[in-house]
């Protein structure tokens, strides 16, 4: 098989394995979601993910369970929940909310029915109105109450929540591992894929014949760590990883809700920061976020590297200041000092797992009661993601009062471009941004008073 | 009882229609639609396409060896366009490879060109041009013209809902194997196998009896494939009949929601009158129906719309006009009420109307006038109403007053959020309003060990019908669930179906397998009777056993069965059932239609953020009319789904084509569903058991489409909230109430400020973006 084949179409097509269902091809329903076990420094995390955008070259040396594997005899834990509550009509979907519930219950998560429903937040039922399904998690969340400090595994299997032989699962793949180095980067690769979530989105048929470069795996591309006042966050880092960093949870108090605007929890899982910059998009979440941060892009080309500031690299419409041989490394910003205040908006159809319709972050310095600093970048308003320079310039020295912030309004409106597409009319998309820009104030005040 | 598919469900063990082996040399099609929504085909050039590796054979109009004609109600539509194309997506050839991939990638090599026709996509359009489906129908009770004088208000206005997509989870698909006889055999996901043999029959030119069309289970239909899974059917059979090959098409996504109609969008006018004491005296209605570019269903849909143009309130003055509006998109079609939302909209839009001119709460409006038994539809059926028991229970048990003043305090105090409030009463009347369509047969089969086979003509989809059909069985016989199997639906073990839909599934086929179980049941007794040498009247069946004067016997369900078989009784049964007491005269537009009507009464709260424009619905509290339900563990989830799926409709669902006709919101990362964050925080079920006798199967009253309706209300709870932070601003009447209607109506101002700007870009339709 090309590594570059998808996940999913192997797993029903070549394995036979039916219980995972297709659903929508773009990561954007659940039907599809596998769990994937990766064993690293003698660690074995099992994440769920979208087996549609994940080719197979993502999962070299890796534990993959499809509902066939969850199976027991008569119904594990999470089904039978799932029984009790009638959570389940026309079935189609309900492999996957299984499978995601299966992957709260290895997570090592706290068993709080909230973090039984986030694991669950990428499928998409089109029947039971999600009710019943939420009664089957907090149930299933309520399984895992007991568990002190054993492996999720060990407990799984000794309550018969899920079957025994995931506790050999780490054995198997470390033998497996060590058999398999190398044989998979294509040294004349014309793809480089990160976690493939929006180039098979874009061109899963391209791809699957296609000479690729899989950077999700290396490790020179992972981690977030702190540099002096500097964070750096590897081009291949996930936002799950993001999310779950405790440099970042303690600079950005109000990370966990931003990261709840942000796709979903599989999607999350394999998203990597470098896909989210490069793919250009004018409205990438991260983009948005990272702009109002200024970060700096490390590229390579292999022999030597180069740093650009984020704000220089989008030259227009899905067009980048980087050469096709340069590789994004690393993204790092200044952590955000005592007097500084970090917001991030989002507004789209569906508040969670969207794509906005405009998004906006604000990072400002507030020194006796003035802006001393502040960079708010805009997402959907232009061609490529904004910093609004001229907002910027305008509310810099000033206190922050309604005319003031009418007036950053209103200027805002003369450096943007909105168009009208399904996500929502210019004069919408204009209206918002002003009234996400009254948000970030309004957030900031409110920070002020505590 | 539970769904007697969720354990295998659950262990992903169930079987749908791409879960099926392969049979070997398989080959895979996949549809070139019409990349214009209008135009004369001056060329098709497959050339390129039929040079690509691995494709066998491109099929078009040519090939068709019978009749190119798919259309249902009205034989407008052909399976594969011929001299014209008439909306994006109108599949024009079906490509057919040794894989789906090759077939895709062909498919992308055709190349079409066209004279290009004026595209209309919005139905005023059409109907101003005089592009319609069907001449118009008016339904009419009493006198309109003569009553507005007896008015003391009367408010006129307009009104529009979008489309829906059906997004049922498994997309559509068939699977066509050829058998000898030129016979061939189609698995299909389709709500309608008999509208599938009808289609491939024509098209295939085949009598109906060399067609078989089998259906295990659906991944979701909701009316999107009750005549909308023919294509893909008669596709696949066309081209297994001429290469003699099985012949697999399963959609892709963008395929399905591009190709395939949806929920119809409408626009109408109204005009209300009330007397002084708030009684509705007068309403005048017309709607305009987005047909798309076939007719479909959309005749009949129409009709439902015009049934339910009053909802579950009693107006003496109706009349209600219904123009069916041929447009450039896909054929617009079955979609969970029918066009009955649509109805039901408009009314609740002319109260609001009303209300919010007179300063009133709009639940004082409609408390005053819902439906009393013995008042007269305007179609001259007469109500036998639950109505009012579901409004005052609902707004007793829920605390209307007691909730009205929390969000008159929480608006009070709060100026960057606010709270709205609705009250929601539903009527839906329960048969397929085409009367002939009111028949259904189960057959019935008992084996010498005691198992029993039951195969009708519903369709399994999710809603639990063939649950309810063996507890039907269950209960005849009085025998352990586990003995009793539910078959595949197939065309060549029951014949003639009705499609399953109009929420008539189990009442149909649930009464037809009463029959069959009764018949058989009765004559085990009859010969058990005969041998035990008791009367007959003795004898009856329970929990397995034969008991004789409600003494247990030793005799066992097996060894009667058994008795049966040896002494030549027949253990099979073929029944047919047909609703009783229904009729309807199309040419007086009067009749008595439905078997019964379903009633309840939701009370709907949300809260708006008013700086984001985004909202939270917060409750949906429900007191709905089950008659005696069956098995709550269903109908609750029916009624929990419905609810979500009407919220979706009337929120963030939002059907985008642009316009020259193309969909925008082609996939789901731009057509979005209601997801496990954005349902009610809270649903609560009231099970109002009403006593009276119906015509539901065991008296449970039909489930599937009535709840989607109190979704409605949650459109007028925002518009309440909104209402509260912007209360001079004018925003029309137009659902969905997405995010960014939301923002531009809290924003609007009096006189058609900001929100002229916004309609400029975002007509009724959705279309014009």
């Known amino acids: 098989m090309p590594s570059g084949t998808v996940l999913l179409d192997f797993i029903r097509y070549h394995e036979h394995l039916t219980g995972t269902k297709v659903g929508c091809n773009e990561g954007d329903c659940g039907a599809c979601t596998l769990l994937v076990g990766t064993l690293k420094n003698n660690e074995l995390q099992y994440r769920s993910l979208t087996s549609c955008l994940t080719p197979l070259g993502n999962v070299h040396g890796k534990h993959v369970v499809t509902i066939e594997g969850l199976n027991m005899e008569g119904l594990n834990a999470i089904q039978q929940a799932m029984y009790d509550e009638s959570a389940t009509q026309c079935g189609f979907c309900t492999p996957g909310f299984v499978v995601s519930l299966a992957g709260f219950c290895l997570s090592g998560k706290q068993a709080t029915t909230e973090n039984a429903i986030a694991a669950i937040d990428g499928n998409i039922c089109r029947c039971t109105g999600y009710k019943s399904i939420e009664r089957a998690a907090a149930k299933v969340a309520q399984l895992m109450h007991n568990r002190q400090a054993e492996a999720p595994t060990a407990f799984l299997a000794e309550h018969g929540i899920l079957p025994s032989w995931f506790a050999g699962i780490k054995q198997r793949l470390y033998s497996l591992q060590t058999q398999l180095d190398g044989e998979l980067q294509s040294p004349t690769a014309t793809e480089w894929v990160g976690g493939g979530t929006d180039v098979y ?250 | 009882m539970k769904n007697i598919d969720a354990y295998t469900h659950l262990r992903g063990e169930s079987i749908y229609l791409d879960d099926i082996p392969l049979i070997h040399g398989t080959l895979f099609g996949a549809a070139f639609g019409s990349p214009v929504a209008h135009g004369v085909i001056s060329a098709l050039d497959t050339s390129e396409a039929a040079a690509q590796p691995g494709v066998i054979r491109i099929f078009t109009h040519k090939d068709i060896s019978g009749e190119n004609q798919i259309g249902g109600i009205v034989a407008d539509e052909p399976l594969l366009a011929d001299h014209e194309v008439h909306f994006c997506g109108m599949p024009v050839a079906f490509v057919v490879a040794d894989s789906i991939d090759a077939a895709r990638a062909a498919v992308k090599k055709i190349k079409l060109t066209s004279e290009p026709l004026p595209a209309i996509t919005d139905p005023r359009e059409a109907q101003a041009k005089g592009e319609l489906i069907i001449p118009p129908r008016t339904f ?472 984001r424009g985004t909202y939270t619905i917060d409750a949906v509290k429900a007191v709905h009319d089950f008659g005696a339900s069956m098995n709550k563990a269903v109908d609750l989830g029916q009624i929990e789904g419905g609810i979500v799926q009407g919220i979706g409709w009337m929120t963030m669902e939002e059907v985008v084509y642009d316009k020259e006709g193309r969909l925008r919101s082609n996939a789901l990362s731009t057509y979005k569903v209601p997801d496990i964050y954005a349902v009610p925080k809270e649903i609560r079920v009231d099970f109002l058991q009403t006593p009276q006798d119906n015509l539901a199967i065991f008296r449970s009253k039909a489930v599937g489409e009535p709840p989607l309706m109190y979704g409605i209300g949650a459109y007028f709870a925002l518009r309440n909230a909104i209402r509260a932070f912007n209360k001079s601003g004018h925003f029309p009447f137009a659902a969905p109430m997405t995010p960014e209607r939301v923002l531009m109506a809290l924003y609007a101002t009096e006189k058609k400020g900001t929100i002229q700007a916004h309609e400029e870009t975002i007509d009724h339709l959705a279309v014009n973006k």
């Not at chain 2, 399963?250 to 399905?256: G, N, Q, T, V």
């Not at chain 2, 595949?488 to 003639?496: E, M, P, W």
């Open chain 1, 201 to 450: 989105v874009q061109k899963h048929d391209v791809m699957k014949e296609a000479s690729i470069r899989f950077l999700f795996d290396d490790d020179q591309l992972k981690g977030i760590r702190q540099e002096g006042n500097k964070c750096i966050m590897g081009a291949s880092t996930t936002v799950t990883a993001m999310s779950e960093s405790p440099l970042l949870q303690q600079y950005f108090p109000r990370l966990a809700d931003h990261i709840k605007l942000i796709a979903s929890t599989p999607i999350r899982n394999i998203a990597t920061i470098g896909g989210n910059l490069i793919n250009a998009s004018p409205i990438g979440d991260l983009t948005i976020f990272l702009l109002a941060l200024d970060a700096t892009l490390l590229f390579s080309n292999g022999e030597e590297q180069r740093a650009c500031p984020l704000r220089e690299l989008y030259k227009g419409y899905k067009m980048l200041d980087k050469d096709a041989g340069e590789q994004l490394v690393s993204v790092s910003f200044e952590l955000p000092g005592a007097d500084t205040v970090f917001n991030f908006e989002k507004v789209s159809k569906r508040t969670n797992l969207d794509i906005a319709s405009v998004n906006s972050a604000i990072c400002v310095s507030i020194l006796h009661d003035t802006i001393a600093h502040v960079r708010i970048s805009a997402g959907g308003v232009a061609p490529v993601p904004k910093l609004l320079d001229l907002t910027n310039a305008f509310l810099k020295g000033r206190s922050i009062d309604p005319s003031t912030i009418d007036q950053a309004i209103a200027i805002a409106q003369t450096e943007i471009a909105p168009i009208s597409d399904a996500r929502g009319s210019a004069a919408y998309k204009r209206l918002l941004l002003g009234q996400l820009m009254k948000a970030h104030f309004l957030t900031i005040l409110e920070n002020a008073m505590h």
């Open chain 2, 140 to 611: 009419q009770l009493g006198d309109t013209n003569s009553s507005w004088s007896q008015c003391t208000h009367i408010f006129e206005g307009q009104a529009d809902t979008n489309g829906q997509e059906h997004l049922y989870i498994e997309t559509q698909g068939a699977y066509a194997v050829p058998q000898e006889h030129n016979a061939i055999k189609i698995y299909s996901s389709t709500q309608g196998p008999t509208a599938v043999q009808r289609a491939v029959s024509r098209v295939l030119g085949l009598p109906m009896h060399l067609v078989e069309v089998e259906v295990n289970r659906l991944g979701g239909g909701f009316g999107g494939k009750e005549d909308q899974a023919n294509s893909w059917a008669a596709l696949c059979a066309l081209a297994a009949h001429h290469l003699k090959r099985p012949v697999k098409y399963s959609l892709h996504r963008m395929e399905d929601m591009a190709m395939t109609g949806k929920r119809h969008p409408y626009a109408a006018d109204f005009k209300i009158g009330l007397n002084e004491a708030l009684k509705i005296v007068a309403y005048e209605v017309t709607f305009y129906q987005n047909a798309g570019a076939a007719a479909d269903l959309s005749p009949a849909v129409l009709e439902r719309t015009l049934f339910h143009c009053t909802n579950s309130y009693y107006i003496p003055n109706v009349k209600a006009t219904a123009y069916s509006c041929r447009t450039n998109l896909p054929p617009n079609t079955a979609f969970r009420g029918f066009g009955g939302p649509q109805g039901m909209f408009m009314i609740e839009a002319a109260i609001a109307k009303a209300a919010e001119a007179l300063g009133i709460d709009a639940a004082v409006i409609q408390e005053k006038n819902l439906l009393q038994t013995g008042d007269e539809f305007p179609y001259g059926q007469k109500a036998q109403s639950e109505a009012p028991e579901c409004w005052h229970k609902a707004t007793t048990i829920y605390d209307l007053q007691a909730g009205r003043k929390e969000v008159d305090a929480f608006n009070a105090s709060n100026t960057l959020y606010k709270k709205g409030l609705a009250c929601m009463p539903i009527c839906f009347g329960i048969s397929f309003t085409k009367t002939l369509m009111n028949q259904a047969r189960s057959l019935v089969h008992v084996y010498t060990d005691g198992s029993v086979g039951i195969t009708t003509g519903a369709v399994e989809m999710g809603q639990g019908v063939n649950t309810k059909i063996l507890q039907v069985a269950a209960e005849v016989f009085s025998i352990q669930p586990e003995k009793i199997k539910i078959h595949t639906t197939n065309t060549f073990k029951i014949a003639n179906t009705s499609p399953s839909a109009a929420s008539a599934t189990a009442d149909l086929n649930g009464k037809a397998t009463l029959l069959a179980c009764t018949a058989i049941a009765g004559r085990l007794k009859k010969m058990a009777a005969e041998t035990l040498g008791v009367d007959e009247q003795l004898v009856s069946l329970q929990n397995g056993y034969l008991y004789v004067n409600g003494e247990k016997t030793d005799r066992d369900w097996k060894s009667l069965v058994m008795e049966g078989h040896l002494k030549r009784i027949g253990l099979s049964e073929h029944a047919h059932y047909a609703t009783p007491e229904i009729h309807f005269d199309a040419t007086r537009e009067k009749g008595h239609p439905f078997a019964y009507h379903v009633y309840g009464t939701a009370l709907i709260e949300v809260t708006v953020d008013c700086i």
